[in-house]
């Protein structure tokens, strides 16, 4: 059983066959799928399933702080089940694929205590670019 599926089931989240084929296809490392990418796999274990419901167990999800909405570049939304790991995501400038990284250091210790300017800083989001190998 997947990450996610066992946080799911630890939150007494009501699992639906529509709300356990949207969450099975979400399992797995760097998966960063979009809802239409996720319907569309859903669909192949579930023909049945509604793109609505799709979109509204995603929304549920994200929510429930289960799934990370990612936004890269005006690209469509993707959805990232590492979300109680910390990490960020390095991206491909051309295709758009992206990978889950794990950054030794602090990012916050790069910010200097002056360009804080009294924010007490709660999350950091950095994502890397560049040019995966299919495309470099």
Not at 30 to 46: C, F, I, K, P, S
Not at 55 to 83: C, M, Q, W
């Amino acid at each position: 059983m997947s990450d996610l599926l066992e946080r799911l089931r630890g939150r007494g989240w009501r699992m639906t066959s529509q709300r356990r084929v949207v969450a099975e296809v979400l399992a797995g490392d760097h998966v960063h799928l979009t809802a239409d990418e996720v319907h569309a796999l859903a669909a192949q274990r579930l023909p049945e399933i509604s793109r609505a419901t799709v979109y509204n167990a995603l929304g549920e999800l994200v929510l429930l702080g289960e799934v990370i909405e990612v936004s890269t570049d005006g690209r469509a939304k993707r959805y990232d089940p590492n979300a109680h790991h910390p990490h960020q995501h390095l991206v491909c400038s051309h295709c758009g694929t992206i990978r889950d990284v794990h950054p030794t250091g602090s990012p916050l210790a790069d910010l200097p205590a002056e360009e804080r300017f009294g924010f007490t800083v709660t999350q950091i989001e950095v994502t890397y670019r560049g040019l995966c190998p299919s495309c470099a």
